[in-house]
């Protein structure tokens, strides 16, 4: 029997050229203009100018940064995710709107505020450097930037899920002798690890294209500081728009590869953790 229900939405050729076409004008031609713009290159001139040592030292801060920002992100993200959705408490409508202040925060107002509260003579750097730990202008002084701009992303992915799961699951589990870390590790999650996984990956990729709110707490000292962003904006400051675009295609490729490898083994641990 034919099926002739009919969406709300108009049938799926149109719908499906509009979607490529999209996807086409804002995504693929964009980005087939950093290939074409690198093809001007030889290929002693692309090898010289992505694997030079001020590149690699720009793409191992950049990953690793981005990297760790991410964790964190993850830990506390979940944690306050949880608190959000479990407990009631006064302000708490003003806590849930202050995580989203991030996303509408413009980056360079975010990252100046940074530098100023996280610098030798800031509220919180000057207490940290009395002990020895340097923020602002350092490597660290990038996570807590990036944890910054990417702590959104977790706790917006995983509160849906929270609310899903009516605590009277875990009460029941209780009732049944179940501890708190065997409720938490076979029922919740299961449950909780895709979006975890999910907002780990949506904080990790905002973090490696993040620009302006680190600017300023890095320093921007090559070799030591410099992000990948950044040495791809002073490419273009210096009208060298071939390395830039180089630049920018191996670290989009690596990026690509990366975010792709974290999904398959995010199915993966999945499925793993729902066969226990």
Do not use: H
Not at 10 to 15: K, Q, R, V
Not at 48 to 61: E, H, I, K, W
Not at 101 to 116: C, E, H, N, Q
């Amino acid at each position: 029997m034919r099926n002739t229900r009919r969406g709300v939405l108009p049938g799926f050729g149109l719908a499906m050229g509009f979607t490529l076409s999209y996807i086409g004008l804002l995504v693929l031609i964009p980005l087939c203009t950093l290939f074409l713009k690198a093809a001007t290159m030889s290929w002693e001139q692309f090898a010289g100018t992505v694997l030079s040592p001020r590149a690699l030292a720009a793409y191992r801060l950049s990953f690793s940064a981005a990297l760790a920002a991410a964790c964190i992100n993850a830990v506390f993200g979940l944690l306050l995710a949880w608190v959000l959705e479990r407990y009631e408490f006064p302000g708490k409508r003003l806590v849930d709107g202050l995580v989203d202040l991030p996303f509408a925060l413009p980056t360079a107002v975010a990252g100046i505020a940074l530098t100023s509260l996280y610098a030798g003579n800031g509220w919180i750097g000057g207490l940290l450097e009395r002990g020895g730990i340097q923020v602002a202008y350092s490597p660290f002084g990038i996570v807590v930037a990036l944890t910054f701009v990417g702590l959104p992303f977790v706790v917006r992915t995983v509160q849906p899920v929270l609310r899903e799961l009516p605590p009277t699951v875990e009460e029941a589990a209780a009732s049944m002798g179940a501890g708190r870390l065997q409720t938490f590790r076979k029922l919740l999650l299961p449950e909780l690890l895709p979006a975890v996984v999910t907002g780990f990956t949506l904080a990790f990729a905002r973090g490696l294209g993040e620009y302006g709110s680190v600017i300023f707490i890095s320093g921007n000292m090559p070799m030591k500081t410099e992000i990948t962003p950044l040495l791809i904006m002073i490419k273009l400051e210096e009208y060298d728009y071939a390395g830039a675009t180089a630049i920018a295609l191996l670290f989009l490729a690596a990026s690509f590869v990366t975010l792709l490898t974290i999904n398959f083994l995010s199915l993966r641990s999945g499925r793993e953790v729902r066969v226990r």
